[in-house]
């Protein structure tokens, strides 16, 4: 087999026995690493270390990923004022939150002949949340419905970034004390799990308000 030393040192083509010899003087993992190559590549290693290295490197990557995500909130044309001003909270938190929203404009009966009202309530949505977000769809008629999409100015990671550092914030103020260099390293694991709920159950959170609430309007 070809071995490689701990440290990435080529260490040449040895027998078995000797990679085993090895292996055994460094304690440490013989590790097969291209089990297709001629002669076979294998590796000194703590296996160990390495599962647990790989695993923390991909949930980084998982926590940083930044999914695009569309919500949806539905509104009638003659909306009652407190209703409107939860709905556009419901909008505020999904902007900040570096989410698309799908505004819907419900039409019914002879509401269907009174289009620029359901335009003026989005165009006065838009202007609500203008510090959030940008209209990146124009109010547009579909059959009973008109539709406008806005898009949140700040990026979804810089969102769950800022969200993170709340809970940590949070936290740290729960504890009655600050985060000093020496504590640092044992709560990173922690308060980021922390910053990870805070972002699912906001999402979680909004979706259960809203489609109850829609639901029980519709019916």
């Known amino acids: 087999m070809r071995l490689v030393g701990p440290s990435g040192e080529q260490v040449g083509i040895v ?15 013989l590790v097969e690493v291209a089990a297709t190559a001629r ?23 998982r926590k940083n990923q930044a999914h695009t995500v569309i ?4 509104l009638r ?8 001003d939860t709905k556009k909270g419901h909008v505020v938190r999904f902007l900040k939150q570096g989410d698309k929203v799908k505004i819907t404009i419900m039409f019914r009966g002879r509401e269907q002949s ?11 949505l838009a202007n609500d949340v203008q510090d959030l977000g940008f209209v990146e769809s124009s109010a547009k008629q579909d059959g009973r419905n008109m539709i ?60 259960e308000v809203e489609q109850p609430a829609e639901a029980a309007k519709d019916a």
Request: with cysteine; net charge negative.
């Open 15 to 29: 027998p078995l026995a000797k990679a085993l010899e090895l292996a055994q003087e460094y304690d440490l993992d």
């Open 39 to 61: 002669p076979p590549v294998c590796k000194l290693m703590d296996y160990g270390k390495f599962k647990y290295e790989s695993a923390m490197k991909a949930r980084e990557a």
């Open 71 to 74: 919500k949806e909130m539905k």
């Open 77 to 84: 044309p003659k909306i009652d004022p407190h209703d409107y």
């Open 114 to 124: 009174r289009p620029e009202l359901g335009f003026r309530l989005l165009q006065r």
């Open 148 to 207: 406008m999409v806005l898009g949140p100015h700040k990026k979804k990671t810089e969102a769950m970034a800022e969200a993170r550092a709340a809970a940590d914030a949070r936290k740290a103020e729960r504890q009655g004390r600050n985060i000093g260099p020496n504590d640092a390293d044992a709560a990173d694991d922690v308060d980021a799990d922390a910053a990870d709920d805070v972002v699912v159950e906001a999402e979680d959170a909004a979706a």
